[in-house]
């Protein structure tokens, strides 16, 4: 399966932006890219995700390269709330169906105020 | 819609004892996942179902562990007997999957703290 590859650990403060990288050097064409975050003590949810195209929700904005080889999660006001680990993952393509989601070990976010 | 449901969500056992995790899927889910989650380990797939079938067990760390999934509503994570290496949260995911629609999202629970002494 296609490897993802994230920083430990960043550090924010408060109502500033924040840049989240992930590395998929290894991403095939069809390959769709998620982004998950758990905060403390409660189970991942579903951040957004993307395909080529920059996409946009309530929650973030997820920039992809052109070459699709990484991407950016980007949180356009940090809040306290959103100290979490942000997990990026390929959705893996099998002919129309999705493969299995393969967390890795995800970048720590804290928020200082 | 109450989301994934599991119980109980603390777990204290001693070695030996059979536990019994359960689940209840958002309902008109079509996709279960049962997860584990370690500080060595991270999350890892266990098992999943697809309608109530058992699609893929490879996670499954040994015959210990067995899972059942009898209705639409309804999944068991059992382990007998359990050991102290089998303290972690287990979680619960659920998923629809519609036919030529990617990406699929998955529906995470609350987890169960299971701790085995």
């Known amino acids: 399966d296609a490897k993802t590859t994230q920083p430990n650990s960043m550090e924010s403060n408060e109502e500033e932006p924040v840049h989240l990288p992930c590395n998929h050097s290894?991403?095939?064409?069809?390959?769709?890219i998620h982004w998950y975050r758990q905060l403390p003590s409660q189970g991942p949810e579903y951040v957004i995700h993307g395909l080529t195209s920059n996409v946009n929700n309530r929650m973030a904005s997820l920039a992809i390269a052109e070459d699709r080889k990484s991407s950016t999660l980007i949180l356009h006001r940090a809040t306290l709330r959103d100290a979490a680990v942000y997990y990026c993952i390929l959705g893996m393509n099998y002919g129309g169906s999705q493969g299995n989601l393969i967390f890795g070990k995800g970048t720590k976010l804290s928020v200082k105020p | 819609d109450a989301g994934v449901i599991q119980s109980p969500r603390h777990e204290v056992t001693e070695m030996g004892q059979e536990v019994t995790l359960r689940c209840k899927p958002i309902s008109g889910h079509d996709y279960l996942f049962w997860y584990r989650q370690t500080m060595m380990r991270g999350l890892e797939l266990l098992i999943y179902f697809n309608n109530n079938v058992p699609i893929d067990d490879s996670g499954m760390p040994e015959d210990r562990f067995s899972a059942k999934m009898p209705n639409a509503s309804f999944s068991t994570l059992k382990i007998q007997p359990s050991e102290p290496r089998d303290s972690a949260v287990y979680f619960c995911a659920s998923s629809l999957r519609v036919a030529g629609k990617l990406p699929y999202e998955q529906y995470f629970g609350p987890g169960t703290r299971l701790t085995v002494t």
């Open positions: 290894t991403i095939s064409g069809t390959d769709y």
